[in-house]
Protein backbone atom coordinates (compact mmCIF):
# COMPACT_ATOMS: atom_id res chain seq x y z
CA UNK A 1 0.00 0.00 0.00
CA UNK A 2 1.50 3.22 -1.06
CA UNK A 3 1.60 6.42 0.98
CA UNK A 4 -1.17 8.20 -0.75
CA UNK A 5 -3.56 5.37 -0.36
CA UNK A 6 -3.02 5.62 3.61
CA UNK A 7 -3.05 9.17 3.52
CA UNK A 8 -6.24 9.09 1.95
CA UNK A 9 -7.75 6.53 3.97
CA UNK A 10 -6.60 7.92 7.06
CA UNK A 11 -8.75 11.55 5.71
CA UNK A 12 -11.52 9.59 5.00
CA UNK A 13 -12.01 8.08 8.75
CA UNK A 14 -10.88 11.49 10.50
CA UNK A 15 -14.19 12.95 8.33
CA UNK A 16 -16.03 9.83 8.95
CA UNK A 17 -15.01 10.49 13.41
CA UNK A 18 -15.96 14.38 12.95
CA UNK A 19 -18.96 13.73 11.63
CA UNK A 20 -19.82 11.33 14.02
CA UNK A 21 -19.06 13.79 16.39
CA UNK A 22 -21.20 16.36 14.61
CA UNK A 23 -24.33 14.23 14.64
CA UNK A 24 -24.31 13.03 18.16
CA UNK A 25 -23.60 16.41 19.90
CA UNK A 26 -24.78 18.69 17.37
CA UNK A 27 -28.34 19.14 18.59
CA UNK A 28 -27.05 19.25 22.14
CA UNK A 29 -24.48 22.16 21.45
CA UNK A 30 -27.80 23.95 19.52
CA UNK A 31 -29.69 23.26 22.50
CA UNK A 32 -27.74 25.56 25.01
CA UNK A 33 -27.57 28.40 22.63
CA UNK A 34 -30.00 30.88 23.98
CA UNK A 35 -32.35 32.34 20.93
CA UNK A 36 -34.52 35.52 21.72
CA UNK A 37 -37.84 35.71 19.77
CA UNK A 38 -39.43 39.41 19.70
CA UNK A 39 -43.16 38.83 19.67
CA UNK A 40 -46.53 41.09 19.89
CA UNK A 41 -44.56 44.56 19.03
CA UNK A 42 -46.51 47.58 18.28
CA UNK A 43 -45.72 51.73 17.97
CA UNK A 44 -48.81 54.10 18.09
CA UNK A 45 -48.28 57.60 17.05
CA UNK A 46 -50.38 59.81 17.83
CA UNK A 47 -50.85 63.72 17.29
CA UNK A 48 -52.41 65.47 20.38
CA UNK A 49 -53.73 69.32 20.26
CA UNK A 50 -53.08 71.71 22.98
CA UNK A 51 -55.29 71.18 26.35
CA UNK A 52 -55.23 67.48 25.52
CA UNK A 53 -55.11 65.07 28.43
CA UNK A 54 -52.36 62.60 29.06
CA UNK A 55 -52.95 60.23 31.95
CA UNK A 56 -49.59 59.43 33.58
CA UNK A 57 -47.96 56.11 35.42
CA UNK A 58 -46.95 55.48 38.87
CA UNK A 59 -50.00 57.71 40.19
CA UNK A 60 -48.62 61.03 39.03
CA UNK A 61 -52.03 62.30 37.84
CA UNK A 62 -53.14 63.62 34.40
CA UNK A 63 -50.93 66.27 32.25
CA UNK A 64 -52.39 68.62 30.05
CA UNK A 65 -50.97 69.35 27.04
CA UNK A 66 -49.25 73.22 26.86
CA UNK A 67 -48.70 73.10 22.84
CA UNK A 68 -49.20 69.98 20.37
CA UNK A 69 -47.10 67.73 20.60
CA UNK A 70 -46.33 63.89 19.39
CA UNK A 71 -47.27 61.05 21.58
CA UNK A 72 -45.51 58.21 20.98
CA UNK A 73 -46.17 54.26 22.57
CA UNK A 74 -44.54 51.65 22.01
CA UNK A 75 -44.19 47.78 22.91
CA UNK A 76 -42.85 44.42 22.72
CA UNK A 77 -42.86 41.37 24.22
CA UNK A 78 -39.36 39.34 24.26
CA UNK A 79 -39.33 35.55 24.12
CA UNK A 80 -36.06 33.06 25.19
CA UNK A 81 -37.39 30.44 23.02
CA UNK A 82 -34.16 28.36 23.36
CA UNK A 83 -31.86 27.79 26.28
CA UNK A 84 -31.52 25.73 29.41
CA UNK A 85 -31.43 28.71 32.04
CA UNK A 86 -32.82 32.14 31.74
CA UNK A 87 -30.64 35.53 30.87
CA UNK A 88 -30.18 38.92 31.71
CA UNK A 89 -31.25 41.36 28.91
CA UNK A 90 -29.41 44.97 29.84
CA UNK A 91 -31.25 47.09 27.36
CA UNK A 92 -34.05 47.03 24.90
CA UNK A 93 -34.74 50.04 22.57
CA UNK A 94 -37.06 50.70 19.67
CA UNK A 95 -35.09 52.65 16.53
CA UNK A 96 -37.16 54.75 13.93
CA UNK A 97 -36.50 54.22 10.61
CA UNK A 98 -33.98 57.20 9.65
CA UNK A 99 -35.37 58.50 6.71
CA UNK A 100 -38.52 59.10 8.40
CA UNK A 101 -37.83 60.57 11.95
CA UNK A 102 -35.51 63.12 9.95
CA UNK A 103 -38.65 64.40 7.81
CA UNK A 104 -40.56 64.66 11.39
CA UNK A 105 -37.58 66.09 13.27
CA UNK A 106 -38.83 69.14 10.68
CA UNK A 107 -41.99 69.34 13.18
CA UNK A 108 -41.25 67.64 16.23
CA UNK A 109 -38.09 67.40 18.64
CA UNK A 110 -37.85 63.83 18.13
CA UNK A 111 -34.31 62.34 20.34
CA UNK A 112 -31.19 62.80 18.03
CA UNK A 113 -30.34 59.43 17.92
CA UNK A 114 -33.62 58.10 16.67
CA UNK A 115 -34.19 56.04 19.52
CA UNK A 116 -36.42 55.47 22.66
CA UNK A 117 -35.57 52.79 25.23
CA UNK A 118 -37.83 50.20 26.53
CA UNK A 119 -38.62 49.28 29.90
CA UNK A 120 -39.16 46.38 31.54
CA UNK A 121 -42.52 45.97 33.96
CA UNK A 122 -42.81 48.86 35.96
CA UNK A 123 -39.36 50.25 35.49
CA UNK A 124 -36.43 48.31 34.91
CA UNK A 125 -33.78 48.28 32.55
CA UNK A 126 -32.13 45.18 33.42
CA UNK A 127 -34.42 42.22 33.39
CA UNK A 128 -34.09 38.69 33.73
CA UNK A 129 -35.60 36.97 30.93
CA UNK A 130 -36.52 33.33 31.84
CA UNK A 131 -37.06 30.04 29.34
CA UNK A 132 -40.28 30.25 27.15
CA UNK A 133 -41.86 32.96 29.28
CA UNK A 134 -42.40 36.52 27.49
CA UNK A 135 -41.52 39.43 29.19
CA UNK A 136 -43.28 42.62 28.55
CA UNK A 137 -41.01 45.87 27.47
CA UNK A 138 -42.74 49.73 27.06
CA UNK A 139 -42.24 53.36 26.88
CA UNK A 140 -44.41 56.23 26.54
CA UNK A 141 -42.68 59.57 25.64
CA UNK A 142 -43.81 63.07 23.99
CA UNK A 143 -42.27 65.54 21.42
CA UNK A 144 -42.95 68.94 21.78
CA UNK A 145 -43.79 70.64 18.23
CA UNK A 146 -41.01 73.05 16.39
CA UNK A 147 -41.91 76.15 15.37
CA UNK A 148 -42.16 74.75 11.88
CA UNK A 149 -44.90 72.59 12.70
CA UNK A 150 -46.71 75.57 14.61
CA UNK A 151 -46.60 77.96 12.13
CA UNK A 152 -47.88 75.25 9.44
CA UNK A 153 -50.50 73.98 11.90
CA UNK A 154 -51.82 77.98 12.78
CA UNK A 155 -52.49 78.45 9.02
CA UNK A 156 -54.67 75.43 8.99
CA UNK A 157 -57.03 77.23 11.80
CA UNK A 158 -57.76 75.76 15.20
CA UNK A 159 -59.32 72.48 16.10
CA UNK A 160 -58.46 70.89 12.70
CA UNK A 161 -56.27 67.67 12.06
CA UNK A 162 -52.47 68.16 10.78
CA UNK A 163 -52.94 65.90 7.30
CA UNK A 164 -49.69 66.86 6.41
CA UNK A 165 -48.06 64.91 9.24
CA UNK A 166 -50.14 61.93 8.95
CA UNK A 167 -47.84 59.75 5.76
CA UNK A 168 -45.09 60.22 8.86
CA UNK A 169 -46.99 59.13 11.37
CA UNK A 170 -47.61 56.10 9.36
CA UNK A 171 -44.42 54.82 8.44
CA UNK A 172 -43.16 55.50 12.13
CA UNK A 173 -46.16 53.49 13.26
CA UNK A 174 -44.99 50.17 10.46
CA UNK A 175 -40.88 50.99 9.88
CA UNK A 176 -38.77 50.25 13.01
CA UNK A 177 -36.06 47.92 14.54
CA UNK A 178 -36.20 46.38 18.21
CA UNK A 179 -32.49 46.43 19.43
CA UNK A 180 -31.64 44.28 22.85
CA UNK A 181 -28.31 43.85 24.56
CA UNK A 182 -27.62 40.80 26.44
CA UNK A 183 -25.49 40.01 29.46
CA UNK A 184 -22.45 39.27 27.43
CA UNK A 185 -22.60 43.36 25.80
CA UNK A 186 -23.87 41.47 22.14
CA UNK A 187 -26.56 43.59 20.58
CA UNK A 188 -29.12 42.28 18.33
CA UNK A 189 -31.40 44.21 16.69
CA UNK A 190 -34.86 42.52 14.34
CA UNK A 191 -36.64 45.15 11.94
CA UNK A 192 -40.02 45.00 11.56
CA UNK A 193 -42.13 44.00 9.55
CA UNK A 194 -41.34 40.26 10.18
CA UNK A 195 -41.16 39.54 7.06
CA UNK A 196 -38.12 36.68 6.76
CA UNK A 197 -36.36 37.92 4.03
CA UNK A 198 -35.59 41.18 5.70
CA UNK A 199 -33.60 39.47 8.59
CA UNK A 200 -31.70 37.15 6.10
CA UNK A 201 -28.05 36.89 7.76
CA UNK A 202 -28.50 38.68 10.82
CA UNK A 203 -27.59 37.13 13.82
CA UNK A 204 -30.70 36.27 15.85
CA UNK A 205 -29.57 34.67 18.97
CA UNK A 206 -30.08 36.48 21.79
Not at 54 to 76: H, Q
Request: with cysteine.
Amino acid sequence: MDTATIVLGIGVLISLVLGLINFLWGPAILARREKVTVVNSEVYPEFLSKGARVDTRLGMGPLFIKNPALSIEASCELVLTRGQKEIEVKEVELKFDRVTSDKLKAYFQIPRQNRIYLLGEPTKVNVLLPVKKSVQFSAERLFDCTEEFQTQYDKMGSGSYPEFIQPLLDKLETKYQICWTRYDGQRVCWKFPQKWWRNLGKRLWG
